[in-house]
């Protein structure tokens, strides 16, 4: 509507007729699903070149059908493809783990648990209240034998207290004690005099021949005032505090409480003491628990202290370290490497870091977005807590009835148990322990072919790709086949029922192993391609290719037989850099097949005609080219212009493109404008396709001759496009005639 003006003046007013575009959307990725050694399962990830696939799928195996499978990725990516990889689920399928506690003593892993990716973690397994500590964030055996080391502020101080008569069963780790005082003077510089009682746990004991406790370590953790039976102010103590053991003092009273709760019975006198000289903060005498040799944590980071966070809520000791090691080299191939530092985690739910941007340092929380190994389960207090005995041991303890050698308890949220806010908390302890995982299971846990997957399996990995509006697909590769030929059959029909429903890209197939592989007779070989081949659907999505190709695998130091239709794919990929889809994968100029030392099936020109009449494009060494793609055939089984792989290609293309420029004209009017400018789109867009030689001619028709009343009057819009594909040449005739000398070329020319 027009602006109504009053006065003289000018109105400026924009109209966009511009609206729409083409965008050609090739970009030459591969698909491809198998069993591999490590990695998330039935997830797809994007993989871009051949380091990206070894650091999430692990490298090629030696003795394994696996590695046909990631070799597949490999000679994709080196024609210059992305490729989208899954790794397919197998009922044996494992996560390493630590467990749960068994009968209140040490952590052993489950064979019962499988996390395939973090989706499924996030939603089954992040209230997990029983089962497992830990576990490797992929399933498989990769990670047996990796060791978690924890420690967090356990003890702050050592103190040897020397005593006589105690009996080991006495004195354990994890005990509380308490040691009086009376007209002690604590903290320097002042003259102050406190009665009362400091609280400690016991993290080390040494024990002579005759069975007695020698020497006892202590953690210092707080001190209580109390005159007779009435308990005054108890002050926890943080590390360093030297005067708080000159608190105790010979002829000190030790009263200890077992880590179940129970008064271990009777009074113990200090015989003597450490000097406050010799004493060393308990932190820097500590190592990580590994079989590989003595790492210092103190060499790792400072120790854990409480978090900003918790202290400015009243809460105390919610931080650890968590150190994940390599202990017996499995993964990094180096015994003791250290894999992973996870500095400073919390054991509150809410902790948020002071960095900027903030983070939630909640172990369980920062574990699952930041850690490239491990997930956390069941509460790791109650599993630490637990490793001497059932009750978790305590930072700080409560007394009962004012008695202080009765009933101490932890000073926690329920008993113990992680993951509640910081208000108010005094966390339970860690200490200083160290977990291996294990339990960890491949696809076939009773050994033997570790990695071979099942068609089932391999169908629902490649089901990933079906959605063409979820996942970019050009090339379908099929990779090795199935142990079994018609199960090898029905995995090829299984990606071309993918490609024909998604109609924009194209399955490439090659034939059983067997029937090529150590088959010492070319006419047998022959043979069982076609017979591989004829069961298989018609489809112009499908080429064919009829060979496996001997290659060096440098991970393993041998030649290995691999299938081809991988380079197939990268074939196409090659021909869209340095052409376009429409150009022949094929032939001298562009179907060089890369990295062929030689091929299982050398069909000669008589069996590549019998394959070729069978869709089957033979792979050909020729002299002085190497091996090549020598057909270009798509896998329909009748004759029509889609039976070439570049019309196929070609129409892929431009329907992909001009798809997007007809989304664009959704619930618009069907109108002559509208019809205008959706031509005044494509029309340029198909001039430069035949530019590009991938057209002979075109025409399009949007008008009212197609979009009748009954169709606009229907909610449609209706485009017809004509296209003359250009054809690639097939067959080549040479005639060469011998004239007489006096005959001029005029009077044979067209008469042979």
């Known amino acids: 509507m027009a602006t109504q003006q009053i006065s003289p003046g000018v109105i400026t007013r924009e109209v966009d007729l511009t609206v729409g575009r083409v965008d050609n959307v090739v970009a030459n990725t591969g698909a491809l699903a198998g069993p591999f050694k490590i990695g998330p399962v039935n997830e797809v990830i994007d993989i871009t070149n051949e380091v990206d696939l070894t650091e999430s799928f692990g490298k090629p195996l030696s003795t394994d059908s696996q590695y046909e499978y990631w070799m597949s990725g490999a000679s994709f990516l080196s024609y210059g493809g992305q490729l989208k990889v899954v790794r397919v689920d197998g009922a044996n399928l494992k996560n390493s783990n630590a467990g749960a506690p068994v009968g209140g003593v040490g952590i052993a892993s489950t064979t019962t648990l499988k996390i395939k990716n973090f989706d499924d973690y996030d939603q089954s397994y992040t209230d997990i209240s029983s089962g497992w500590t830990y576990a490797a964030r992929t399933p498989g055996t990769w990670a047996d034998g990796l060791k978690l080391c924890f420690i967090d502020d356990f003890a702050d101080q050592t103190i040897g207290l020397t005593t006589t ?43 002579d021949s005759t069975n007695a406790a020698s020497t006892i370590d202590v953690k210092i953790v707080s001190k209580v005032e109390q005159t007779g039976n009435i308990i005054g102010t108890e002050t926890y103590v943080n590390y360093a505090q030297f005067d708080e053991q000159r608190s105790i003092t010979p002829g000190s009273i030790v009263y200890c409480v077992s880590t179940a709760g129970t008064n271990k019975g009777g009074d113990y006198k200090v015989a003597s003491v450490n000097t406050a000289g010799t004493v060393t903060d308990w932190y820097d005498n500590q190592t990580l628990d590994l079989s590989s040799g003595t790492v210092y944590w103190n060499t790792i980071a400072s120790k854990p202290q409480t978090s900003g966070y918790a202290d400015a809520r009243n809460g105390k000791n919610d931080a650890f370290h968590l150190v994940l090691v390599d202990d017996t080299g499995s993964v990094s191939g180096i015994q003791g490497t250290i894999l992973e530092k996870n500095l400073n985690l919390s054991k509150a739910s809410d902790t948020i870091s002071d960095v900027n941007p903030p983070t939630n340092t909640y172990y369980k929380n920062y574990l699952a977005n930041f850690s490239e190994y491990i997930y956390a389960g069941w509460n790791p207090s109650q599993a630490a807590d637990s490793f001497w005995d059932t009750t978790p041991r305590a930072t700080g303890f409560t007394t009962t009835s004012g008695v202080k050698s009765d009933g101490f308890t932890p000073i926690t949220t329920g008993g113990g148990v992680w993951g509640q806010d910081a ?98 007779s070319s006419k047998d070989q022959t043979n069982n391609v076609l017979a591989f081949y004829a069961p298989i659907t018609s489809s112009s999505y499908a080429v064919f290719d009829s060979g496996y190709k001997w290659t060096w695998d440098r991970y393993n130091n041998k030649f290995r037989y691999m299938p081809t239709n991988p380079d197939v794919a990268g074939l196409m990929v090659r021909t869209d850099i340095e052409q376009f889809p429409w150009f022949s994968p094929a032939g001298q100029q562009r179907g060089n097949i890369n990295n ?110 197609n979009n009748t009343p009954e169709v606009i009057d229907n909610n449609e819009f209706r485009a017809d496009i004509f296209l003359k594909p250009t054809r690639s040449i097939n067959f080549v005739t040479l005639t060469f005639v011998a004239t007489r000398t006096g005959v001029s070329f005029e009077e044979v020319t067209g008469r042979v």
């Open 596 to 705: 062929c030392v030689k091929l299982a099936y050398n069909p000669t020109k008589a069996q590549r005609d019998q394959l070729y009449e069978n869709r089957i494009n033979p792979i050909t060494n020729l002299p002085g080219q190497g091996a090549v793609l020598f057909g270009d055939k798509t896998g329909l089984s009748y004759a029509s212009a889609f039976d070439r792989i570049n019309v196929r290609r070609l129409f892929i293309t431009v329907e992909s493109a001009l798809q997007g420029v007809a989304n664009a004209q959704l619930f618009e009017f069907n109108d002559e404008i509208t019809r205008s400018n959706f031509v005044n789109i494509v029309e340029p867009y198909l001039r430069d396709v035949q530019a590009k030689r991938g057209l002979v001619d075109f025409r399009v028709i949007c008008d009212q001759t």
């Open 423 to 520: 208000s108010g908390v005094i966390f339970s302890g860690l200490g200083n322990v160290g977990y291996e995982l294990g339990g960890g299971q491949n696809y076939n846990a009773s050994g033997g072919a570790q990695y071979k997957a099942n068609l089932g399996d391999l169908s629902a990995g490649y089901d990933l790709f079906e959605n063409e509006d979820e996942v970019d697909v050009d090339y379908l590769i099929m990779g090795p086949g199935c142990s079994a030929k018609d199960e090898s059959q029905a995995k090829a029909n299984k990606l071309i029922a993918i490609a024909e429903a998604r109609k924009d890209c194209v399955a490439v197939i090659s034939p059983h192993k067997s029937d090529v592989v150590n088959v010492t």
């Open 165 to 207: 008569n105690l009996k080991v069963a006495g004195f354990e780790i994890g005990c509380g004690v308490t040691v009086a005082y009376s007209g002690t003077t604590v903290g320097l510089g002042t003259t102050a005099t406190t009665n009362g009682y400091v609280k400690g746990i016991i993290t080390g004991l040494t024990t």
